[in-house]
């Protein structure tokens, strides 16, 4: 399951995704109808959820910030509000790197991605590793 941050609401995005990911597409907001869902309270949602990987591109508030979850992924990804419509490429880049390509493999990371890298630390060691893009 692919779970979107608040500010990724626009329909494109999820649909756009949903046309390569085989999983389900959602926002952070149906996880709790119906009520404010501070930052803070994603990682707990995400641990009642197996596998989950959320993506937000709110890297200040959790990149460095956020813990990785054992049973979940966070990507943040290194873009503007007017440039959201790169997600699905980039997401799609990143679950194609070895230690990104299935769920198992990547819960327990945060991730950082731009568009020339990417960058994560993961639960089991808190250090930041380096990942370039392969050339195409």
């Known amino acids: 399951m692919i779970v979107l941050d608040e500010q990724l609401k626009d329909a494109r995005i999820k ?3 949903g046309r390569w990911y ?4 959602v926002n952070i907001t149906s ?7 501070k930052d803070d309270a994603i990682p707990m949602l995400l641990r009642q959820l197996t596998g989950a990987t959320f993506v937000t591109i ?9 813990s990785g979850g054992s049973n979940y992924c ?3 990804l290194s873009l503007s509000d007017d440039r959201a419509d790169e997600i699905p490429e ?9 230690g990104f390509e299935t769920k198992r ?9 731009s568009r020339s890298q990417v960058q994560f630390y993961q639960v089991a060691d808190p250090n930041v590793q380096l990942l370039h893009w392969p050339t195409l």
Request: include cysteine; glycine fraction near 10%.
């Open 15 to 17: 649909d756009a995704i």
């Open 22 to 25: 085989r999983g389900r597409v």
């Open 31 to 37: 996880l709790r109808p119906g009520t404010v869902i």
């Open 58 to 66: 709110n890297t200040t508030d959790f990149w460095g910030r956020i």
């Open 74 to 76: 966070v990507v943040c």
């Open 90 to 98: 980039l997401l799609r880049r990143l679950f194609r790197l070895a």
């Open 105 to 113: 493999s990547r819960s327990g990371r945060v991730a950082l991605v």
